[in-house]
């Protein structure tokens, strides 16, 4: 299931990641609060398993003053997910919010509308990043795709968001390729690193571009509509069938 959201509004934070996550969550807040709670909470605390989603935001032509966004056009959010219990929740809410508010930010929702899903036809598909890819080791240093240890971990991401999706692994190792992939700094503003740091702001080093990747067909259809990498829920890793 994939779909997009069109919004309209005069500005945006340049560290936007957050202000869609919080659109997410009151969006299943309006649709199914039981299932916002079975989500993103576990036994009373924040639930660390893998969302079955991912997102991203494309930004038509803006201009940025002061770490702001000021946008000249649309904003249009994607979100894609196998799993329709999630996806109908998410859909269904934001048909419920016509007017968002972010902190002084505001989204005027103007359309929402079902996207149509590309098929893969063998064990070997390139991709585009509709949001950039993030790739970590387990000490948290991020990784290109230049790095030996790149598809190793991209391999264990993409085992464990499989198995908290249906169940069972990938069935076959992943092979990473990049055709045209370049480095993308993505600013974040995140409570809980603020509160460990004192700094405002994160940094991340993810990847953009076009790149091939080759596994079982059943793997790589799956992680086309749940997206790759790590925090897929938060604005990373949306990819998109060339």
């Keep these: 299931m994939r779909f997009s959201c069109i919004f309209k509004t005069e500005r945006l934070p340049q560290a936007y990641n957050m202000l869609f996550v919080s659109l997410i969550k009151e969006a299943l807040k309006k649709s199914n609060p039981d299932y916002y709670e079975k989500l993103y909470f576990y036994e009373g605390r924040s639930n660390k398993k893998s969302k079955n989603f991912c997102f991203s935001v494309f930004i038509k032509n803006f201009e940025i003053i ?62 585009k990043t509709l949001s950039p890819i993030f790739i970590k080791d387990k000490d948290n240093n991020f990784l290109n795709p ?26 076959v190792p992943l092979e990473f390729q990049s055709v045209l992939m370049k480095k993308k700094v993505v600013k974040e503003e995140i409570e809980d690193f603020t509160e460990i740091t004192g700094k405002n702001t994160y940094y991340v080093n993810a990847y953009s571009g076009v790149f091939k990747l080759k596994g079982n067909i059943e793997d790589l259809e799956d992680l086309y509509k749940l997206g790759i990498g790590f925090r897929r829920s938060q604005g990373f890793g949306m990819i998109e069938v060339v």
């Design 66 to 127: 002061n770490e702001t966004l000021y946008v000249k056009d649309k904003v249009f959010f994607n979100i894609s997910t196998p799993d329709y219990e999630c996806g109908i929740n998410i859909y269904n809410g934001l048909l419920k919010i016509k007017s968002f508010k972010y902190r002084d930010y505001n989204l005027e929702r103007e359309k929402i509308f079902l996207a149509k899903e590309k098929r893969i036809n063998g064990n070997e598909a390139v991709f």
């Design 146 to 171: 230049e790095n030996e240890e790149f598809n190793k971990e991209l391999n264990y991401i993409s085992d464990m968001i499989l198995k908290n999706y249906r169940g069972c692994g990938l069935k």
